[in-house]
């Protein structure tokens, strides 16, 4: 039997061409995230990681089209908000079981054909943005808000989500925010969509588990907690005191550190840069300060940077978003990044088969009930 390698730390379970993390540098089908986060729309990226290429202008024309005409939810997906809203779930727990009823509306789930496939990614990645976007508002007892054919993916959720059209700044930044969420190699939650559609179950199956995967602190739930975080400690006075208190108690700080990231995570310097841009827009630009305190000691006295989540929180709170809608809206980005390994997971497929190394007792018998 082969090494034990905890958390699969190290072990190559699959072969891609969608991303790569290789010397720290993060790339989308060999397009370095940098350039990408300064010069594309989310929809590029969408069809990039689809296709492992750029789209021509009158792809990208085809692909917005098709996004916009997807994002309206069947009727019934509303009312099936309204059955759970008063119990209070978390967004998390909503989108789970909305991913997995998005299924009964589309009677072509079960093909697999190349083509069936790219149209169902279309349909989910359009429709997931609504979900969250709806759910929120119908929680809220307001009526949801339809997509506005003039404003772009990013622009869009804002608008469903708030009712009101987002600021310039708001949408450069929802929309950096899309792309550097959209994926991130063999994560947990990408595992988990390749290992549910190994099995040639639908793709419907395989975001839905991957949701499943991604509301996990320690994975999608990360920012939310930063935010909490941030909330708790108030004001740059109060940070070097929490942060003591932290370390004293071996207390994890959210946002800090990576699996994968040794020299810092390449994706945090927009979302800073962000943060500091929509802070200042809304009159917010304490918390700003406070995210900059605490990167600056943790880096000092644990040796620590900044990852994604540390900075999307600011950004995402200081656009009025709750901060439990935070994990959903990673989930809206990163469903491209789901969908394109379910793609390619479904173009050569083989059925996950790990092993397990029994370290339980051996050689016992069975006892009858009335002597044990």
């Not at 925010?177 to 559609?197: G, K, M, P, Q, Y």
């Not at 740059?236 to 040794?262: C, I, P, T, W």
């Not at 809608?325 to 083989?350: C, K, M, Y």
Request: hydrophobic residues 40%; contains cysteine; aromatic residues 10%.
């Amino acid at each position: 039997m082969a090494e034990l390698m905890r958390g699969l730390e190290g072990v190559i379970a699959a072969e891609t061409k969608i991303s790569s993390i290789i010397d720290s540098q993060l790339t989308y089908a060999g397009y370095d995230i940098d350039d990408l986060t300064e010069n594309a729309q989310f929809e590029e990226i969408v069809f990039l990681l689809w296709n492992y290429r750029l789209p021509t202008k009158q792809e990208l024309s085809e692909l917005k089209e098709k996004l916009f005409g997807y994002m309206t939810l069947n009727p019934r997906m509303y009312s099936h908000f309204e059955e759970y809203t008063t119990d209070k779930v978390h967004p998390m727990t909503a989108l789970r079981t909305s991913v997995s009823y998005l299924a009964h509306f589309d009677e072509n789930a079960d093909d697999n054909d190349e083509e069936a496939l790219q149209e169902r990614a279309i349909r989910i990645q359009a429709k997931i943005a609504s979900l969250v976007a709806s759910f929120a508002r119908v929680r809220e007892g307001k009526e949801p808000v339809k997509p506005d054919p003039s404003l772009s993916y990013a622009a869009n959720f804002l608008y469903m989500l708030r009712g009101e059209k987002p600021s310039d700044v708001e949408v450069e930044g929802f929309n950096k925010a899309l792309i550097l969420h959209a994926d991130h190699e063999l994560n947990a939650s990408a595992f988990t969509a390749r290992c549910a559609v190994s099995s040639l179950s639908d793709m419907y199956s395989g975001v839905t588990a991957a949701v499943s995967s991604l509301k996990g602190p320690l994975h999608g739930g990360a920012n939310e907690r930063v935010m909490k975080m941030l909330t708790e400690i108030g004001s740059v006075d109060n940070v070097e005191s929490y942060l003591q208190k932290a370390f004293a108690n071996k207390d994890k700080v959210m946002g800090f550190g990576h699996r994968v990231y040794k020299n810092g995570d390449p994706r945090a310097k927009y979302l800073k840069e962000m943060s500091q841009k929509i802070t200042n827009e809304t009159g917010q630009s304490e918390l700003f300060d406070v995210s900059v305190k605490i990167a600056e000691i943790m880096k000092e006295e644990k040796g620590l940077l900044p990852n994604v989540d540390f900075y999307s929180a600011t950004v995402y709170h200081s656009m009025g978003i709750e901060h439990d809608l935070f994990t959903p809206i990673f989930a809206v980005s990163r469903t491209s990044g789901w969908t394109a390994h379910i793609l390619e997971q479904l173009r050569d497929n083989r059925i996950m088969r790990p092993r397990a190394t029994y370290i339980g007792d051996v050689n016992r018998k069975y006892v009858p009930i009335e002597e044990r």
